[in-house]
């Protein structure tokens, strides 16, 4: 079984030391709850058609440090088929910073990082392939309450490996 890549490590060591600092400055600024900070949200979606399946499921949560900035993380897990073709399981995490200049639009960095392992139909003769595929979305929406409409654009986005058909994603973003 491979080891995450070196940059989920560093990733992840360097969100628990901004986030425990940050929470620290909070704390003497606020002594409100931690919990009444937290805010869950995700996405799932479900596609079908001629013979194909899709199926998501994508929990996130944020700690709000003010009415400005946010910072969380997000897990993701797809399974695809397409009968005859492939199938495809695809499990990751992500880490997401975002920031609101202003009540109405919220910007957003993002860094995923997906496990691909996708499975080709034997009488097709194509390689069945296992990786790792690293995502790092920068995006802007419009925020609405606890929605967001928005774009995002991957800066490391592969044709190869990538999971997405292209480097620009629309999303719908919601925290409760």
Do not use: C
């Given at each position: 079984?491979k080891?995450?890549?070196?940059?989920?490590?560093?990733?992840?060591?360097?969100?628990?030391?901004?986030?425990?600092?940050?929470?620290?400055?909070?704390?003497?600024?606020?002594?409100?709850?931690?919990?009444n900070?937290?805010?869950?949200?995700?996405?799932?979606g479900?596609?079908?058609?001629?013979?194909?399946?899709?199926?998501?499921?994508?929990?996130?949560?944020?700690?709000?440090f003010?009415?400005?900035?946010?910072?969380?993380?997000?897990?993701?897990?797809?399974?695809?088929?397409?009968?005859d073709?492939?199938?495809s399981?695809?499990?990751?995490?992500?880490?997401?910073?975002?920031?609101?200049?202003?009540?109405?639009?919220?910007?957003?960095?993002?860094?995923?990082?997906?496990?691909?392992?996708?499975?080709?139909?034997?009488n097709?003769?194509?390689?069945?392939?296992?990786?790792?595929?690293?995502?790092?979305y920068v995006?802007?929406?419009?925020?609405n309450?606890?929605?967001?409409?928005?774009?995002?654009?991957?800066?490391?986005?592969?044709?190869?490996?990538?999971?997405?058909?292209?480097?620009w994603?629309?999303?719908?973003?919601?925290?409760?």
């Open positions: 079984m080891t995450f890549p070196l940059i989920i490590k560093i990733s992840i060591v360097f969100f628990a030391i901004n986030f425990s600092y940050l929470n620290t400055l909070n704390a003497q600024e606020n002594k409100s709850d931690f919990w900070q937290v805010r869950f949200g995700g996405g799932i479900l596609s079908f058609g001629d013979n194909f399946f899709s199926a998501t499921l994508a929990p996130s949560a944020i700690y709000e003010n009415n400005q900035v946010a910072l969380g993380f997000g897990l993701n897990g797809t399974y695809n088929k397409q009968k073709f492939y199938k399981t695809i499990l990751g995490g992500s880490l997401i910073g975002l920031f609101n200049p202003v009540d109405q639009i919220q910007l957003s960095a993002e860094f995923e990082e997906l496990h691909v392992n996708r499975r080709f139909d034997n097709l003769n194509l390689e069945n392939d296992t990786y790792w595929s690293p995502a790092l995006g802007a929406g419009y925020r309450g606890h929605v967001t409409f928005g774009v995002r654009y991957d800066l490391l986005y592969d044709e190869n490996k990538s999971i997405y058909a292209n480097a994603a629309p999303f719908v973003r919601f925290y409760f």
